[in-house]
């Protein structure tokens, strides 16, 4: 199995820019509600430790949605998959790598605007963690 090529089937990846951005905001919604979750549940202490504490849930929460889903929340919801470059759904080891990468590339933020830039110019809309990982998005409800 393999990817469809952008050039041959660009409905795959139409609108995928859009949709990741869309999708990173609802992620982004999950992920406060989670963190404010941990806080209650540490009774308040977690909110001393709140960058670090909403770090690592964010880390948590994509890492299990895709390693079990091969999308997270915001992806299902925009009709977006997860896929190695050879179409396979990548493991649990890539998952987390595509994670901590996500997370740092916020952290050095100029890192994070090479990546949008990246899926705005590259063929199979690849951020920067993806060609690092050989990753991609597709449409979900795309023909196979």
Do not use: C, N
């Not at 540490?42 to 849930?57: C, E, I, W």
């Amino acid at each position: 199995m393999s990817l469809p090529d952008p050039e041959l089937q660009p409905e795959f990846y139409r609108d995928v820019p859009i949709k990741r951005a869309l999708a990173w905001l609802i992620d982004v919604v999950v992920t406060i509600a989670l963190t404010a979750v941990a806080v209650l549940l540490t009774l308040f202490v977690g909110a001393f430790f709140l960058p670090v504490l909403f770090a690592a849930v964010s880390v948590a929460y994509r890492t299990v949605m895709l390693a079990r889903y091969g999308a997270t929340f915001g992806m299902m919801l925009t009709a977006l998959k997860w896929r190695a470059l050879d179409g396979q759904h990548p493991d649990a080891a890539t998952a987390l790598g595509y994670s901590a990468l996500h997370a740092a590339m916020w952290t050095v933020f100029p890192l994070q605007i090479a990546s949008i830039a990246m899926i705005l110019i590259s063929p199979y809309r690849q951020g920067l963690h993806d060609v690092v990982l050989r990753t991609t998005m597709l449409h979900e409800t795309s023909p196979e």
